[in-house]
């Protein structure tokens, strides 16, 4: 049973530098989910997938911020020109695109430090 | 925009004791989720309510959806070490499925 996996783990960059993750959704999950978590908060929904298709965007999500699922499985977060203020948590989730899309399921995350 | 109370912030307590956390909105809600989160790991989903009034149970814990439909609590029975961690309620959107999470509630244990 493979759950929802990110690499890096953690990653540490500097001010100015571009970054990118990844997400390995549970693989008959269409539905993936990207969130933010600083510490002390819960987390904060960035954008998300159906499929392949990113279908919304918070406006915590920058211009400097991308995502794709180009095949509608695998995701890629990029952020380019980090800032300090990018330092966090960044989340996965996947879930089912029936009801069960409130049940979503986590990976581990990314900590992202900008030095 | 939404925004979702939990309290108590943090709990400390005697191991085997039964505890007992909220979350509160200002706004009706169509779904409550309880998750928990252990350092360096991400949320684990616990208890999914969809009804207003709705009780459910998974294994010591139990969840309700208040019947207003902007409130619901969670409750864990006999608290054992591994309870540790962050607790935190969710709304889901009924149209994206985008959670929409509280500040959590943090729980210690002490054996």
């Known amino acids: 049973d493979t759950g929802v996996s990110q690499n890096p783990r953690h990653k540490i960059t500097k001010r100015g530098q571009n970054v990118t993750f990844r997400c390995d959704p549970i693989s008959e999950h269409n539905r993936l989910y990207w969130y933010r978590q600083t510490l002390g908060q819960g987390p904060e929904f960035l954008t998300y997938f159906q499929n392949e298709a990113q279908l919304e965007k918070s406006r915590l999500l920058s211009d400097r911020f991308s995502a794709e699922r180009p095949k509608g499985s695998f995701s890629t977060l990029e952020i380019q020109r980090t800032e300090q203020g990018d330092s966090a948590m960044y989340l996965c989730?996947?879930?089912?695109?029936?009801?069960?899309?409130?049940?979503?399921?986590f990976g581990p995350g990314t900590r992202l430090t900008v030095l | 925009g939404q925004q979702l109370n939990q309290s108590p912030q943090s709990m400390f307590i005697q191991e085997g004791e039964d505890v007992s956390m909220n979350c509160t909105s200002s706004s009706i809600f169509n779904t409550w989720l309880w998750y928990k989160q252990e350092p360096g790991e991400g949320p684990v989903l616990l208890i999914a309510l969809y009804k207003a009034g709705e009780l459910t149970s998974n294994g010591r814990l139990t969840a309700q959806f208040g019947i207003t439909r902007k409130d619901s609590f969670l409750n864990i029975s006999a608290s054992i070490p591994s309870d540790v961690g962050i607790y935190f309620c969710a709304e889901g959107s009924s149209n994206t499925g985008k959670l929409i999470f509280g500040q959590g509630t943090t729980l210690q244990v002490k054996p």
């Open positions: 989730a996947s879930a089912r695109g029936d009801r069960g899309f409130y049940e979503q399921f």
